[in-house]
Each structure stands twice: as C-alpha cells, then as structure tokens.
C-alpha cells in the first residue's frame, strides 16, 4: 500500500526540517561524503535534546534506540513505557525482555540488532501515541532507517505497522506478510506486550514465531 501524495509531501518536508535542524543539508550526500559514524550522535543527541511536540514537557528521558547501526535486522515498536522512560533504553521491561528471548531465539544477540521505537518519547500514562506526534517524531525514525539500511524490519503493533504499511488492515491480516518500505522487507507482527496481555492464548505465541521463522529465512538463519 501506498501512502496518499499529500501524506508523503508532508512526512518529506518534516524531514527537511529535520536535517535543516541538526545541521544537514542531505543525509544521503554525508553518507556519500564520509563515515556515517559522526552522524549517529549527531541523531542521538538531536533526539535527546527534541522539543518538537508537548512529550517532551512529560517524559523523563527521550528513548534513541539502541544496537548495530550496521545491523541487518531492526526491531521498531509504539513508544518507550515507563520503565523505558526512566532508563533511557528501549524494550527493558517484561516486554522488552521477551523481545530479547525472541531474539535470542532467531539465533541473534541483542546488541547484533538495533532496537527502537515510532515516538521516541513515552506518552502520557501509555497511552497510544497521536497521529501528530508520530509525524513529528517520523523524521528521526527515517533517519536511522537511512543510516542503519537494515535487510529487514521487524514492525511490533499496529502503531509500528501503521508507520511502514498504512491503511485500514488489522494486525490479524498484516502479520506473517512482508510488505516492503523504501525497498526494505517489512514483517509485521504482534507487540511483545500484547503476547503478554494474552498468555493464556498460545496461539498468540506460535503466530509471533512463524512470522520470525519468516524473517531468519529471509535472512539465511534457519
């Protein structure tokens, strides 16, 4: 599915805006030019430092990501929850630490990935994030994705689902398909904190993992 026109003219002049911001003219041109590795704190501290939209008067820390940022697989989830918001880190929760066995499941490591969110800062009591403040935060998000060229992308919930893949499909028809974003393979599949909201379902738990079977083919890890 394609994004409206009109859509993606804005998300482009978000992302002008953006690099104008933190001092770059084309993200594409430094990368051509030299060593993406001085860009990569430029980005962080740009995200650390966001007064883009109202979050920022709520949250404690802004969450980057973290991981390989020459990975081949790239886990995108909603936005950071309270004990993400006091650390700084993404998915250090009970969610994040069933994403970590996820991926030590698919034969990887967690620092051999990378790991963030659509919105970098969390909302209000975990509320699901505003369409406004997605568009606001997406220029980081597209940034790390240009950096990173991951081979694929793992799209945790409907929120993340949503940013790569929009329309009005539910994540019982998205999930275990890949849709392709800027020519990146896109898997989306369930949040590791509704895999928890539904213990008791292990069909919830099976479906996570076909879909990871998918992406570790993919990937040549079987």
Partial sequence: MKRPPEDKLGQLKEYLKFLNEIGLDSLDSCCESGPRSWLIPQI???ILN???????MTRSRAVPGEGNWQAELMFVGEAPGEEEDKQGRPFVGRAGQLLTRII???????EEVFITNVVKCRPPQNRTPRQEEI???APY????IRLIKPKVIVA?????ADF????????GELRGNFFYYEGIPVMPTYHPAFVLRNEGRKEIKQRVWQDMKKVMALLGRR
């Fill in 104 to 110: 030590e499941a698919m034969t990887f490591k967690r």
């Fill in 156 to 160: 945790l919930g409907k929120v993340a």
């Fill in 50 to 56: 966001c007064r883009r939209c109202h979050l920022a």
């Fill in 141 to 144: 998000l597209e940034a790390q």
């Fill in 135 to 137: 568009q606001t935060c």
């Fill in 164 to 171: 790569f893949i929009p329309g009005n499909l539910g994540m």
């Fill in 44 to 46: 962080e501290r740009a």
